[in-house]
Structure formats: C-alpha cells, structure tokens
C-alpha cells in the first residue's frame, strides 16, 4: 500500500507543475492585442505568441520544411516554414510572435509560412 501512495504523490506533483507551467505561460503571453492559441478562429488573420516546444526539419512532398510547436498555455499550434531547413533564432525554449492563418491538416491546427518575430 505505501507504494501507491509514493505513486499517486509523485503523479500529482507532476501534474500539478504541468498545471503551473501553462498556467505561467498563460500569464507571460495575456496581452490585449494577441489572440490566444486555444481560442484563435481558423482561417482568419490572428497574432499569437508563446513558447517554442519543438523544432523539427521534416520535408513535406520532397521541399524541406522547418516545423515547430508553439505553446501559449491555452493550447498549441504547428508551425510550418516550406522551404527552409533552419532560421536563425528557431529553436526550442524561444518566445515568438507570429502572424498569419491557421488550417487544419489530418486534425491538426497548422500555420504555414507565418510572419515572425522573435521575443526577448
């Protein structure tokens, strides 16, 4: 018995500064001007700003491709850049800014070659 409970405690610690990270992250990017990631309507132009989880080269249709996952605490996001193979400045743990259009592609919001600007 005393082995579920390290268990259960250790889980709840985990989740618990899961829930603090997003919840930070939520704070850090509340500005009046940006759509949140979570909320931002597909297909219409919207800013958006968070943290970048991942960056990935994966080509798409033989082009090389730079994608990334930026997360804002409300919900994450792909972001694609066709024809690249990095950009100065991409990489995982770096705050950005982007603008553009959000798809849909296999049940997952995308943006695809987004305006950018990277955050201090």
């Known amino acids: 018995m005393p082995e579920k409970s390290r268990l259960r405690r250790s889980i ?19 500005d009046d001007g940006l759509n949140r990631i979570g909320e931002a ?3 219409e132009r ?4 968070g943290t970048l989880r991942t960056v990935t080269l994966r080509p798409r249709g033989g082009v ?12 994450s996001i792909v972001v694609v ?11 995982p743990g ?3 800014e982007i603008q553009g ?11 695809y070659n987004p305006r950018y600007e990277l955050m201090p």
């Open 94 to 96: 770096r705050s950005l």
């Open 41 to 43: 309507p597909d297909r």
């Open 64 to 75: 090389p491709a730079l994608e990334a996952e930026l997360d804002d605490g409300t919900g």
């Open 46 to 49: 919207v800013r958006l700003r």
């Open 81 to 91: 850049w066709l024809g690249r193979r990095r950009i100065s400045g991409i990489a």
């Open 12 to 30: 709840s610690r985990w989740a618990s500064s899961t829930d603090q990270h997003a919840r930070d992250l939520r704070k850090t990017y509340a």
């Open 101 to 111: 259009r959000i798809g849909q592609h296999d049940g997952q919001r995308i943006m």
